[in-house]
């Protein structure tokens, strides 16, 4: 499966529908270690039915700084999968700020929308959620109304049936930036303290 990064800009996306085809950065699995803050990162691996096992959300630190969802794909049966998932895309768009979760070839699905909001509750970054699903197309798509600009970081391991999406604070690189230099100027003035007092 190839992951591809798309990052000049969104078209607009229907509920069932992929966007427009757009210039794109190719990838390979595991490889797609960027973030992006507007785009659509596509994976890609057609020809087979598959099913949504599962839903979760977990917080990356204590601070709140960052979030990851993982969606947990199994085959057409909802069995376990050990294989690639099937095509996906995920869009972050600005305006208005959400993220879009378009999955293909989906034949069936254990989370609903009731407790897809569940999940997504108590989340720092995700204000509301939608789903919706196409029987003819077997398509499902996962709408996720922020709270707050974000980037992503998008990913599928390869033989875990599973894509993750890592969701940080747009500014969550410059926050890093700044504790860490609040912890390198603590542990020199604390060096330079000991130093002289010797």
């Given at each position: 499966?190839?992951?591809i990064l798309?990052?000049?800009?969104?078209?607009?996306?229907?509920p069932?529908?992929?966007?427009?085809?757009?210039?794109?950065?190719?990838?390979?699995?595991?490889?797609?270690?960027?973030?992006?803050?507007?785009?659509?990162?596509?994976?890609?691996?057609?020809?087979?039915?598959?099913?949504?096992?599962?839903?979760?959300?977990?917080?990356?630190?204590?601070?709140?700084?960052?979030?990851?969802?993982?969606?947990?794909?199994?085959?057409?049966?909802?069995?376990?999968?050990?294989?690639?998932?099937?095509?996906?895309?995920?869009?972050?768009?600005?305006?208005?700020a959400r993220?879009?979760?378009?999955?293909?070839q989906?034949?069936?699905?254990k989370?609903?929308?009731?407790?897809?909001?569940?999940?997504?509750?108590?989340s720092?970054?995700?204000?509301?959620?939608?789903?919706?699903?196409?029987?003819e197309?077997f398509?499902?798509?996962?709408?996720?109304?922020?709270?707050?600009?974000?980037?992503?970081?998008?990913?599928?391991?390869?033989?875990?049936?599973?894509?993750?999406?890592k969701?940080?604070?747009?500014?969550?690189?410059?926050?890093?930036?700044?504790?860490?230099?609040?912890?390198?100027?603590?542990?020199?003035?604390?060096n330079?303290n000991?130093?002289?007092?010797?």
């Amino acid at each position: 499966m190839r992951l591809i990064l798309a990052v000049l800009g969104l078209v607009i996306w229907l509920p069932f529908a992929s966007s427009a085809a757009v210039k794109a950065l190719k990838f390979e699995p595991n490889k797609l270690d960027r973030f992006f803050d507007q785009g659509i990162a596509v994976g890609v691996e057609a020809g087979r039915a598959f099913s949504i096992t599962g839903i979760n959300k977990k917080s990356e630190n204590q601070n709140g700084l960052s979030e990851s969802i993982s969606i947990n794909v199994g085959d057409g049966l909802g069995r376990k999968l050990t294989g690639s998932v099937g095509f996906f895309q995920v869009a972050v768009e600005k305006d208005p700020a959400r993220l879009v979760i378009d999955l293909t070839q989906m034949q069936r699905t254990k989370v609903d929308e009731r407790q897809l909001a569940a999940v997504f509750r108590d989340s720092g970054f995700i204000k509301s959620t939608e789903m919706t699903m196409d029987p003819e197309d077997f398509s499902t798509n996962l709408t996720f109304f922020l709270k707050k600009p974000v980037r992503v970081k998008v990913s599928s391991p390869e033989k875990q049936g599973q894509i993750l999406i890592k969701i940080e604070e747009e500014s969550a690189k410059r926050i890093k930036k700044i504790k860490k230099n609040k912890k390198e100027n603590k542990e020199n003035k604390e060096n330079n303290n000991q130093k002289s007092k010797k």
